[in-house]
Structures are given as C-alpha cells and as structure tokens.
C-alpha cells in the first residue's frame, strides 16, 4: 500500500485569471439543496453560471436532470444548458437518498415541465471540452453530489487537473457523518470517484458537514423568504418544508441543513466560509469508514504543497442574506 501522500499529484496551478464574475460549472442531483445552490449561482452577479451538469445521487439521473431543468424554468433562466452525466457510481451499486428527498427528488413542490431539452454532449465531455477551451486558472468546477462525473473528465482530459481554477465540493466532512457515523453521502455514493477527485492534485476546498450543518434553515430564515411573496419563494418554501420533515425523521434534525448552496457562497465571498488547509484523503477499503474523509488536522501536519482545504466556519447570517437575496432578485 503505498503512502497516500506520495500519491497526490503535484500539478502547478494556473494562475486565477483576474477579476470578473466567476466562471463556474455546478455538478450536481437536485436535491433540495442542489436547488438552493443553483438559485445562489444565478442570482449573484459574482459568479457566471456557464452550465449545470448532472450525476445520479439524491435520485436517479433521469430524476435529477429533469429537476435540474424544472429548477432553471422556475428561475427563468433555460439558457442555462443541463448536460446529463453519469448513472450511477464508478464500482459500488446505485443508492439514492429517497428518504431524504423523495420520489422525484425534489419532492414538496409542483416542478414545471422543461421547455428547453436536455443539451447533446454528455456531462463528462462538456466538462473536460470547456475547461480546455477556456483560458488556463479560468473555470471553477463546483460539485454538490457524488463525484462520479468530475473524476471520468480527469481521467478523460487529464490536462484539466492544471487549468482550472479551483474545485469547490459538498461532500464528506472532518468530525461529521451522516449516512454513517463518519461518511456524508455524497462522498460514500462513490468513494472511489472521490479518492480520484481529492488526490487530483487541483486546488479543492471541501466544504463538508461540518460546515453545512451551521446553514440551518430555520423558522426566521423562512420568514424573510415569506415576506418576498413571490411563486419563487413559495417554491423554496415548499422545499424547505419537506426537506425539514425528512431530516427530523431520518436524521434527528430540529432545521434542515441546506449544505450546497454553501460551496457558492464561499464562491461569492470567501469571508463566509472559514477554510482551514489540511492534507485530505477518502476512505475506500474500510468496513466501518466506507467513504471517511480524513482531513490531517494535527499541529504537525505537512502542509508544504497542500492543495486541499477544509470549511470549518460558516457566517450563518451573510449565508441566509445571500440566499434570502438571491430569491429577491430571482423574482
Ligand atoms: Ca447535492
């Protein structure tokens, strides 16, 4: 077994480009969250969402992709393409998380029908196709489900490991779990997808639960969203509302944590999410750690050429004023 240090890659970064909006392709298996993450990306002149590209997770493909579009077409935005990605996990057999989201995967809320179809290049490809065509240090990749997709582009266009920018993923977390006492979901769907993805050697922040189990969705946050009083905050309403049943059921939860629109605030406005930089590795052989994120937190840590960090610190009331505002602006 070799040292899972000497098997991070050590890639030279591209440079960031300079400012402007944020050019980011979002990953992700709307999903509550998922949703509030894509509300976040469109409304925030500070990130250009270019294209949402999706990974069976929370639902299966077909569920999630075709959410994703309802998603758009609830915000008015089906310029956005949705490119379907992968099916199901590198090795391990499909679960999705109906208890948590439903049948539909966005269950609580009336989804309109897609008027725009599913764009023709696979996820993978467009992935890999348009951090190549961009400018080196210009695209962001932000995934919020299982990182199926995001691994098979490295492998697929290797070269994207140094041009883009920066990754941004919800998944795992240092001290939390949640579909085991030390695995998040979207990292144990598919472990192996996640060794790939977080051994890369880009530049990747995790933002994992211990993070997003701050951005509570409480009683004064869906107040705020209630005085807007448009079909868009009803819509979020609707899903906070069953999202805040099945974690009291399922999870023991008060408030249902609204993990991915995390990544995209710390897009945003990298001072509302507290980073810490930490050698990072994904347990794939355990019995017991199936998919454990462990984050190498000791004083002593080496952290010469580390390209991995971790959330630990959310500003709750700059998140919820992001996305309270996003919804405003939504209209
Ligand atoms: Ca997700």
């Known amino acids: 077994m070799p040292d899972p240090q000497t098997t991070t890659r050590r890639v030279e970064q591209a ?8 050019r980011i392709i979002l990953d992700c298996d709307p999903g509550h969250d998922d949703a509030v993450a894509i509300m976040l990306a469109l409304a925030s002149p500070a990130i250009e ?3 949402i590209t999706t990974v069976g997770g929370n639902q299966t493909v077909q569920k999630i992709t075709r959410n994703a579009q309802s998603v758009l077409e609830m915000c008015g935005r089906q310029d956005v393409p949705v490119h379907r ?20 995967g966005l269950d609580g809320v009336e989804l309109p029908a897609p008027t725009v ?24 990749l932000v995934a919020t489900g299982p990182l199926t997709n995001l691994a098979l582009a490295a492998r697929l266009e ?5 041009r883009v920018r920066e990754v941004v993923i919800m998944g795992g977390g240092y001290h939390e779990g949640n579909v085991s006492p030390v695995a998040e979901f979207n990292i144990w769907a598919d472990p192996e997808a996640a060794a790939i993805v977080v051994d890369a050697g880009w530049e990747l922040t995790m933002v994992g639960l211990d993070l997003t189990h701050q951005a509570l ?11 807007i009083g448009t079909d868009l905050a009803e819509f979020f309403l609707g899903l906070m509302g069953f999202f805040r049943r099945t974690y009291q059921e399922v999870q023991g939860f008060d408030d ?16 509302v999410v507290r980073t810490r930089r930490a050698p990072l590795h994904v347990e794939t052989s355990g019995d017991l ?3 454990m994120t462990v984050a190498d937190l000791r004083p002593g840590a080496d952290l010469e050429g580390c390209r991995t960090q971790v959330a630990t610190e959310l500003d709750r009331d700059a998140f919820w004023g992001m996305v309270v505002e996003a919804i405003r602006v939504l209209g």
């Open 85 to 104: 990605g992968s099916a199901r996990p590198l090795l391990r057999d499909v679960h999705v998380a109906g208890d948590i989201h439903g049948e539909s």
């Open 217 to 227: 969705a409480t009683a004064d946050v869906e107040e705020q969203v209630r005085a």
């Open 49 to 51: 969402l270019l294209g």
């Open 158 to 162: 290797p070269e994207i490991i140094e």
């Open 289 to 291: 750690t199936r998919g």
């Open 15 to 22: 440079a960031p480009r300079p400012d402007g909006p944020r």
């Open 117 to 140: 179809p599913v764009a023709d290049a696979r996820a993978v490809q467009y992935i890999a196709d348009t951090v190549m065509a961009a400018e080196p240090g210009e695209i962001t």
């Open 256 to 271: 249902p944590p609204v993990h991915d629109p995390c990544t995209i605030a710390y897009l945003i406005d990298p001072s």
